[in-house]
């Protein structure tokens, strides 16, 4: 790593080599590798069949059905009744990721994880190692294939965004390369909406302009452009062109968390307080669990009710100090649902933690405090070897068993509970 980095201190060319690297029907993809018997088959993976749940992802033969990421699992099964349904596991994809990362930074310190199963890498100083771009990204999709059984597509072009762009040109297990002399004779036919960033209702906008390819974005007047979409314009122009920024963050030096969340959709609307307690119970333990993971403790505590009619309330409340413990951050979160009066079903609840610290961790000094300091590190050891939730509070527990049967309690969402079930 140390002498990669003394490379690049060395490199003064102005003419960076990125590449991006896109992983090939990712979650699919690791569902097949641990299951071999889901090989060429069409594979979804989603929620549970049971919830109102959406296509995570589908592996290329599925994709051959017509189903894309996002498509309500119900539409995507008419599309395809054959298919082989898997309930996805985070845990087990961001565990692969990780791995992924580190083989990213065999090639070079500048890594930047642009999602889970995406990244931008500069090698401008470290290819020559490698023998040159080309034989860099092949030694890189042959060692991610060596070491998790998984293939990738790669891009390569002197920016971010013409690398992405080429990786998207040639999926499934491609490697694309975009030299400079190539770009203006590529960027001139090239439809807008094949650039990343210009989506679905910004493609229809600049059609109406009559702007259609890439190539007459380049040839617009800058200040109309301006005058239109403001300092975005002269972006828009420089992408038309094939011109973007080719700096890559370092993984280390990647944006901090502001606020770390989840929410989850209840498999049916419920006016069960029992069933409301037990999934906000569940969700604060998965925020604690990922602060503690990437370092952080947090002060103010945010939750989210969405109810049946789509009415959404939000509540915030601050810990007296920084915490970590999903335990503590359920307390305050029950504290803030229990001001709710509200009596319509439940349909979504979401807990966030902000005003994040990272690096603050004091050594406790009561007995108590040691002692769950020692079952929170024990338990997210065996979380960690034997999956999310292998240990779990009794109430997060429940939640589980629960969600997937019809509760017959009425009433405000928390204020009909027995007083004897307060302190569960």
Do not use: W
Request: net charge positive; glycine share 8%.
């Amino acid at each position: 790593m140390d002498a990669q980095q003394d490379i690049y201190r060395g490199v003064n060319s102005t003419e960076k080599v990125i590449l991006h690297v896109d992983m090939d029907a990712y979650f699919a993809s690791i569902e097949e590798k641990s299951n071999p018997m889901l090989r060429d088959k069409p594979v979804i993976v989603s929620g549970s069949p049971e919830t109102r749940t959406t296509v995570s992802t589908a592996n290329y033969k599925a994709r051959e059905y017509g189903i894309k990421s996002g498509m309500p699992l119900g539409q995507a099964l008419r599309l395809c009744p054959g298919a082989e349904i898997v309930v996805g596991n985070s845990s087990k994809y961001l565990s692969t990721t990780s791995r992924l990362l580190d083989i990213f930074r065999e090639f070079t310190p500048r890594v930047e994880c642009y999602s889970i199963d995406e990244a931008f890498l500069d090698i401008t100083g470290s290819m020559e190692l490698f023998g040159g771009a080309m034989p860099a990204a092949r030694k890189l999709k042959d060692r991610v294939r060596e070491i998790l059984g998984l293939t990738c597509s790669v891009g390569i072009a002197p920016n971010r965004l013409l690398a992405k762009l080429a990786s998207d040109s040639s999926k499934p297990d491609g490697l694309t390369l975009i030299e400079r002399k190539d770009i203006p004779g590529l960027m001139e036919k090239l439809p807008v909406e094949k650039l990343c960033g210009i989506g679905e209702k910004l493609t229809a906008r600049l059609n109406g302009m009559g702007i259609n390819t890439c190539g007459d974005l380049a040839a617009y007047p800058e200040e109309r452009l301006a005058r239109i979409f403001g300092v975005n314009g002269r972006i828009l122009k420089s992408m038309g062109r094939g011109d973007f920024s080719s700096h890559v963050n370092f993984f280390s030096q990647q944006d901090e968390y502001k606020s770390m969340g989840h929410s989850f959709t209840l498999y049916r609307d419920t006016v069960s307080p029992l069933l409301v307690r037990a999934t906000l119970c569940r969700l604060c333990e998965q925020v604690g669990r990922r602060m503690r993971k990437a370092g952080y403790r947090g002060k103010s505590v945010t939750i989210m009710l969405r109810f049946s009619d789509f009415r959404t309330l939000i509540r915030q409340k601050s810990f007296r100090n920084h915490t970590d413990d999903g335990k503590e951050i359920y307390r305050v979160a029950l504290s803030l649902v229990e001001t709710f009066s509200e009596e319509k079903p439940v349909r979504l609840l979401g807990v966030s933690v902000s005003s994040l610290i990272r690096g603050i961790s004091q050594p406790p000094l009561f007995k108590n405090e040691i002692k769950r300091m020692l079952i929170l590190s024990a338990s997210d050891r065996i979380n960690d070897k034997y999956g999310e939730f292998t240990l779990s509070s009794g109430l997060a527990f429940m939640e589980k068993h629960m969600s997937g049967r019809r509760s017959g309690c009425h009433g405000s969402i928390m204020k009909r509970e027995e007083k004897k079930d307060a302190g569960r």
